[in-house]
């Protein structure tokens, strides 16, 4: 109503040099397995989203699913520190933006718990300042030099929260969008398939899944020994892909 309205409003002020910063100094994660040397600086192409849709394991709580998402990006793009969006109650008419950047703050030495309890903490931070308004970027010299590469107000990797799935959806602009359901541990994947394929997905929740079983079994182990490929996987590469190697290798040396 009005006076909600009016009340995310004032908030929204108050906060907005804290967004303004984060923008203007957003260090987005792009996933390395993206191939960028074809793609324009600042070029626009339309996008076409598909999805699929992947189970995490059930013991796992909406702050630690979380974090295994966040552990696992880390991961894979070997950083600690980077930005992601972050979706953000919408408004019917559109006046607020509908992600926010979430700047991660990886520590690879401690464990899915540790991570967990930072994210409740972070998550909470974030919804309570309220998100910022849209023309935020439009206002602001810097973030209109800034739009000429990419709109800061869309992140490469996005991360939403939603009651069912089927209200998610992907910002133009996105090449992966996770939609975790807020009850269960049902996830839906959305990739820009022009810059990603199905298969190249499937590779990328597989080691998702991977990390996060094994979190889920041991969550004071520490992020940086957490494994990206299953038990089968390390044993056909680790193991039988070495061993056939081995095996052609000849015996003596030849002269």
């Not at 992600?99 to 409740?120: E, K, M, S, Y």
Request: with cysteine; glycine share 4%; proline share 5%.
């Amino acid at each position: 109503d009005a006076a909600a309205m009016q009340a995310r409003l004032a908030a929204t002020a108050a906060h907005e040099p804290f967004w303004q910063q984060l923008l203007e100094t957003q260090d987005a994660l792009e996933l390395p397995v993206i191939d960028r040397t074809s793609i324009a600086a600042g070029a626009v192409t339309g996008s076409t989203y598909s999805n699929v849709d992947v189970a995490a394991p059930a013991a796992l709580d909406e702050s630690q699913r979380l974090a295994t998402v966040l552990a696992w990006l880390a991961r894979c793009a070997d950083k600690n520190e980077f930005d992601i969006g972050f979706g953000v109650p919408a408004d019917s008419v559109g006046v607020w933006a509908a992600q926010v950047p979430w700047r991660a703050n990886i520590d690879f030495t401690r464990g899915l718990n540790t991570l967990a309890a930072h994210c409740a903490a972070q998550q909470q931070d974030l919804l309570r300042r309220g998100g910022y308004l849209r023309d935020l970027v439009a206002r602001r010299p810097d973030l209109r030099a800034r739009a000429v590469q990419r709109d800061p107000r869309v992140l490469p990797v996005a991360l939403l929260l939603v009651d069912q799935l089927d209200d998610a959806r992907a910002e133009p602009g996105s090449e992966l969008t996770i939609a975790l359901a807020r009850v269960g541990s049902a996830s839906r994947w959305f990739f820009d398939a022009a810059k990603l394929g199905a298969a190249q997905v499937a590779q990328l929740q597989q080691q998702w899944l991977a990390l996060t079983h094994a979190a889920a079994a041991a969550p004071e182990r520490a992020l940086a020994e957490l494994p990206l490929m299953d038990a089968t996987l390390q044993q056909r590469v680790l193991h039988d892909w070495n061993a056939a190697r081995a095996d052609g290798q000849p015996q003596s040396c030849v002269h």
